[in-house]
């Protein structure tokens, strides 16, 4: 699998493009910035799917612009996909920014769902707490994580539907399944290893 970070928005989002045999995906595309398509376009690859890790307005402002040029399926967890009207009411954290054109679902995620494109699969993780609709994707060695966990912290549980419960539970999910030197690709920050994360984050090192 091919990866690339990209890192948009007002509150420099990673957004990943990841292929494999001429096919991608989209994780997070925080807004319409262009640098999306120039990473599309070098990789050599059909944009098959965008995947949103939660419905934060920052991970989700470029997806109806990915489904309208390229023809992508937008994917989304089941617990937020029927929430997504809302993003046009909120307005929130986003210093002004506006969601005028919300990213409908075309599919919406259970738990361990797969997403194939290429020779490539993600499975599907839930794991609530930053928002009830968290997700993460998952492939072995792998794990785009949004913003449930972050290099030396974790998402934050003082905003909307978050849960400090709920991600604790997510947390020992991902600690007990992903092998030390899986890498983790953030929603924000820089790339980490769960055994980097087991020996330093404050949040997984008694867990």
Excluded at 24 to 29: F, G, R
Excluded at 75 to 86: K, Y
Aim: one cysteine or more; charged letters at 25%.
């Amino acid at each position: 699998m091919e990866i690339e970070k990209i890192t948009v928005g007002v509150l420099a989002t990673n957004c990943y493009i990841a292929s494999s045999k001429g096919k991608c995906v989209a994780i997070d595309p925080a807004t319409n910035d262009k640098k999306i398509d120039a990473a599309i376009k070098q990789m050599g690859s059909t944009l098959e799917y965008v995947l949103l890790t939660h419905i934060h307005v920052d991970h989700v402002m470029g997806a109806r612009r990915l489904k309208d040029e390229y023809g992508a399926k937008i994917a989304m967890s089941s617990i937020d996909a029927p929430t997504v009207p809302d993003l046009v009411k909120a307005k929130p954290f986003l210093f002004g920014q506006e969601a005028k054109r919300s990213p409908d679902a075309d599919i919406a995620l259970e738990d361990r769902d797969l997403i194939k494109f290429g020779d490539e699969t993600l499975q599907t993780i839930f794991t609530p707490g930053h928002t009830r609709g968290s997700v993460c994707f998952y492939a072995p060695g792998i794990l785009f994580s949004g913003d449930t966990l972050f290099r030396g912290s974790i998402g934050r549980t003082d905003l909307g539907d978050a849960k400090p419960g709920q991600i604790e539970e997510s947390l020992k999910l991902l600690t007990g399944m992903l092998v030390n030197d899986c890498v983790i690709y953030p929603g924000h920050g820089e790339l980490t290893t769960m055994g980097y994360e087991k020996k330093f984050n404050p949040y997984l090192k008694e867990r």
